[in-house]
Structures are given as structure tokens and as C-alpha cells.
């Protein structure tokens, strides 16, 4: 059993808000967090069992009475009807933490959520296991600025190898696959995985009736992490059109297994790539989807940058996200091929960050930072992520941080 960061939050937000809605991709942990969070008197009922989701789409009356609060509902987004009777106990009995919820398909949910609870509710988003999480240290993760304060924070975190990194990026971050490790295991896992969860969610919301295709989109995504997004590419590749691209991507987002990162713009010239940033979320999935037999293939193959910087980028927004924090995240990247991998704005700074696969940074790792300058922010402390020993100062504000301080 591993501690989530995301303990501290939830019990923070049930003191203010009647409803809470825990969403993010299946097999992340969100039940398990909710149980473990819960007292004795919280009932669980789970949507998964077809009676009960017959009871709530059907007669939606009748199963808010048979399951009065504080309870646990999972799997919400199999009756969105249950919404406005939900509503109807909120506004009664006025009392923070009745309803904790669960979903996976944020397809489903938003629109009778925004319709019906806004203001009464609570949305948090959870991915797999953070790197902190895994190493014991749930407790102590904090959204990630590249500031001095963070620095300091977590310089005594243990260092890792290279080889250690990439073992976990290929492993992944389900609870299930760190619980047994086992690489027969692990090919299980994502196996079932693809085959009961993606394609039987997608079914339930598009009509895909070609598996084959869809599985060769999955891998096509995958193969595209860390890159810009190419519908047309994307779309030649798998032998569909930009239409259908276009709606199974929302899905995979809607479903919390990818991440378009959107450019910086904003009151800026028009020489900037607009294009969003496609990145795979779990890095296992990613791994197992293209192929790579084990680490040591992955660390030395084609890959390995794309994917450590999708490791990276995950890691940090997981930092967010458990914390309950938005994430307001973009990269920057202009016609003449100038790029920061992740722009991070807080407040009015902007915090640049680039990802790099060395252990020796040159200081024109950072030399696209400048280009912020001219944007209406402020420029705040920049860092390089990459296999340092120990932070090293490139410049007077800007940072090589080794990659196990997230």
C-alpha cells in the first residue's frame, strides 16, 4: 500500500465542499485513496456492478434513498442521472463531505457536473503513483517551481542511476504493476489493460468498429510522445481521417491517459508554432505499447529522450495535481526553432524549464529562456532536468537539477 500525496488534500476539501470527484485513468488508485481516507459510517457502492447501475439510471430517486451519505460512489460516469437528485440532498442537508465520487471518463461526467453541481463540488485529478510516492516521500511533495526554496527542499532526496530512472519509466506507474514487478507480470497487466479497459471505454462512447485500427492508433500515439501533435501525420499513419483522429484523441484525454500541452501565446507575435504538444502519460504504457523489451533497450534506443522528458513531464504535473493545485503548464517554441520544453505560470512569472538526457549540461542548455523576456511576465528562476550529481547553478538564475528530485 502505497501513501498518496493526495491523502492531505481530499480531507481538506471535504471539510468545505458537499461533493467530490476524484477522476483520472483507470487502475491509478482512485478507490483505494477514497477508502483509505474514509471513516466506518462512509458507505462504497461501485457502478461497475450492473443491478446497482440499472437502480441509478433507472429510478436514480430510489438509489440516492438506499444509499444515503456520507457514501462513495464509483464509477459515477455510468449515471450522469444521478446528478440533479444528488443536487436535491446537497441542497437539503447543506453539509461538507457527503458525496466523494469517482470517474474515469471525464467525457462523460463534465457536462452534467457543470449543469447540475457547480459550486457544490470538487474535482481532483489523479494519475499513477508519482516518483515521490514510490519513494516514501508522499508527505513531503510540493508542486514543482525550479526556485531555491524547492531546491532546498528535496537536495537530500536519494540519487538514482540512469539505469534506475529508466527501469521505472519502463515499469510504469500503476499500483499494480510496482506491486509485482515481474516482468511476465507487467506484460499482463498492460495487456488487460488495453484490451478490457481502453477499448471497452471507448466503445461505450464511439462507435470504433475496427479494434485493430484503434490498437495501431494507440501505438501510433505512443510512438508520438513528446512531440509536436500532426493530425494529418497521425492520421495517414493509422488509415483513418482527421475527423476520427480528432475524437479518439479526446477520448484518450478525457480518459487521463494523454496530456496536449498547448503553446504559450498570449499577447505575443503570430511567429509561434500553435501546434499542441502530445504527451503519453504513464511511461509503461508508452514502453509497452512500442515495444521495448526491457530498460536497457529503452535507455540506449530511439526513444529515450522523447520518453525521459515525457517521464519529466509527468512527474511534474503529478506534483500539481495530487496537490490539488492547477496546473497552469504550456511550452514555448517559435518558427525558428527555438524551444522551451515546459513553461510554467505562476501567478504573473514564468518559470522556463528544459528536460535533457546528460549528466553535463552546458550552459546554452538554457539559452532559449531569454526569449520570455518579451512576453508581458515576469522571467523567474529557470533549471535544466537531467542526471547531474547534485544542482548545479548554470547561470544567476538558472539551475541543472537532477531528475530524482521530483
Not at 477520448?251 to 504559450?264: K, N
Request: proline share 5%; net charge neutral.
Amino acid at each position: 500500500m502505497y501513501q498518496r500525496t493526495m491523502l492531505n488534500t481530499i480531507k481538506e476539501i471535504s471539510e468545505v465542499f458537499p461533493a467530490l470527484l476524484v477522476t483520472g485513468p483507470r487502475q491509478v488508485g482512485k478507490t483505494t485513496l477514497l477508502e483509505i481516507c474514509a471513516t466506518d459510517e462512509r458507505q462504497y457502492v461501485t457502478l461497475d456492478d450492473l443491478d446497482i447501475r440499472e437502480m441509478a439510471q433507472q429510478d436514480p430517486g430510489l438509489f440516492v434513498q438506499m444509499y444515503p451519505p456520507p457514501i462513495i460512489i464509483d464509477e459515477i460516469q455510468y449515471a450522469p442521472q444521478l446528478f440533479s437528485y444528488l443536487k436535491i440532498v446537497i441542497d437539503r442537508e447543506k453539509k461538507p463531505g457527503m458525496f466523494w465520487l469517482t470517474g474515469s471518463q471525464k467525457f462523460h461526467l463534465m457536462h452534467g457536473i457543470t449543469e447540475t453541481l457547480a459550486g457544490r463540488i470538487a474535482i481532483v485529478d489523479l494519475l499513477g503513483l508519482s516518483q515521490a510516492e514510490l519513494d516514501g516521500r508522499a508527505d513531503k511533495s510540493s508542486p514543482f517551481l525550479p526556485t531555491q526554496q524547492w531546491i532546498e527542499h528535496n537536495r537530500h532526496v536519494k540519487p538514482k542511476t540512469i539505469q534506475e530512472v529508466f527501469q521505472q519509466i519502463w515499469q510504469g506507474f500503476f499500483p499494480l504493476v510496482n506491486k509485482n514487478p515481474q516482468e511476465s507480470a507487467r506484460h499482463f497487466f498492460y495487456s488487460s489493460y488495453i484490451q478490457t479497459y481502453l477499448q471497452r471505454d471507448v466503445r461505450s462512447i464511439l462507435n470504433v468498429s475496427n479494434e485493430t485500427r484503434f490498437y495501431n492508433f494507440l501505438i501510433a500515439v505512443a510512438a508520438r510522445t513528446g512531440q509536436l501533435l500532426n493530425y494529418a501525420e497521425l492520421a495517414r499513419d493509422v488509415g483513418v481521417d482527421n475527423k476520427t483522429v480528432k475524437a479518439w484523441l479526446s477520448i484518450l484525454e478525457a480518459s487521463g491517459l494523454v496530456y496536449l500541452l498547448r503553446p504559450y501565446y498570449r499577447n505575443i507575435t503570430k511567429r509561434l508554432v500553435k501546434t499542441p504538444k502530445l504527451y503519453f502519460l504513464d511511461t509503461g504504457l508508452c514502453s509497452y505499447l512500442t515495444k521495448w523489451p526491457n530498460a536497457e533497450s529503452l535507455v540506449s534506443g530511439s526513444m529515450s529522450g522523447a520518453i525521459l522528458e515525457t517521464y519529466l513531464f509527468a512527474e511534474i504535473l503529478k506534483s500539481y495535481w495530487h496537490n490539488g493545485v492547477e496546473a497552469n503548464f504550456y511550452y514555448y517554441r517559435d518558427l525558428d526553432q527555438r524551444e522551451i520544453d515546459l513553461v510554467i505560470e505562476s501567478g504573473d512569472v514564468l518559470y522556463p524549464v528544459e528536460f535533457k538526457k546528460t549528466a553535463t549540461p552546458s550552459k546554452t542548455a538554457s539559452r532559449s529562456f531569454s526569449l520570455l523576456t518579451k512576453l508581458d511576465k515576469k522571467l523567474g528562476d529557470g533549471a535544466v532536468m537531467c542526471f547531474v550529481n547534485k544542482y548545479v547553478p548554470l547561470s544567476n538564475n538558472v539551475t541543472a537539477i537532477p531528475v530524482w528530485y521530483l
